[in-house]
């Protein structure tokens, strides 16, 4: 789920809180990009910004031990994470790859995937390019991005972290590019894909707490988290206070809603 843009960029310590920040939301969503895929069993798999490897374990299920799972990131970092999470399978590999100049030949794999990633590719146009270049004949590619800022787990925080630190802007910004139905089915098309398909899914996250949803990033989890432990502690408390309020913390329970949207297409 990473390829990050320069702002938020991810380092060692960002990798290793990922899971503690975000496993449960990629764990919801991974099963409806499956799908999308229309993935099955014995089929090759490229899962690029696979993060820590939620996505690609998840195929390894459904392709069997007939099948296989390539997860690549353009992090070293993460693609650490996703060896040590896909250490047990023999039809398991990972890489440090480009998503927009992957260096796997044409038509290598039955399937690409790209959960929560394809929003960050700098030029995503050049990424479905790729992912259309390295299928086979029939091949299918899915991929998830964030659909609606005020709906995204972590991306609300980005989005007061924007309004602190300007910086951030352009790369908030970028997270939420492609939310736009319309403009994925354009990717698609453009890159080749036929049967281009697109939906939305939604879900509410209970959380006991806010601090339970909030303590990961604090701690330094993810692009978010990194960026958070980066600032002075009164912006830091400034941050908090104002997710706090926009989540309606009662000091019990919070629900954090969040949608992203799915699309796919196959290469003719």
Request: net charge negative; with cysteine; charged share 20%.
């Amino acid at each position: 789920m990473t390829e990050m843009t320069e702002e938020f960029s991810y380092r060692a310590d960002a990798a290793a809180g990922y899971d503690r920040a975000f496993h449960h939301v990629s764990t919801h969503y991974v099963p409806f990009l499956l799908q999308a895929a229309r993935l099955a069993s014995g089929e090759s798999v490229l899962d690029i910004a696979t993060g820590t490897g939620i996505a690609a374990e998840a195929a390894l299920a459904v392709v069997g031990t007939s099948g296989s799972v390539t997860a690549a990131d353009i992090s070293p970092e993460m693609v650490e994470k996703a060896r040590q999470r896909l250490a047990q399978a023999p039809n398991a590999s990972v890489a440090v790859e480009d998503g927009q100049a992957l260096s796997f030949r044409n038509e290598t794999f039955d399937v690409v995937l790209c959960s929560l990633g394809s929003m960050f590719f700098p030029e995503p146009a050049r990424g479905l390019s790729e992912f259309y270049r390295v299928l086979s004949p029939s091949g299918r590619a899915a991929v998830s991005v964030a659909a609606s800022p005020s709906r995204s787990y972590n991306g609300r925080i980005n989005v007061v972290l924007a309004r602190y630190v300007p910086s951030l802007a352009k790369a908030t910004d970028r997270t939420f590019a492609l939310c736009d139905a319309a403009k994925l089915v354009s990717l698609f098309a453009n890159a080749g894909f036929g049967d281009v398909e697109t939906h939305t899914e939604r879900h509410s996250f209970t959380l006991p707490s806010f601090d339970a949803y909030y303590a990961p990033y604090e701690r330094g989890g993810g692009s978010t988290g990194q960026a958070l432990v980066s600032l002075p502690t009164e912006v830091r408390h400034a941050i908090r206070e104002e997710v706090r309020r926009e989540l309606n913390d009662t000091g019990g329970p919070v629900e954090v809603d969040t949608e992203i949207r799915i699309a796919s297409g196959r290469r003719y």
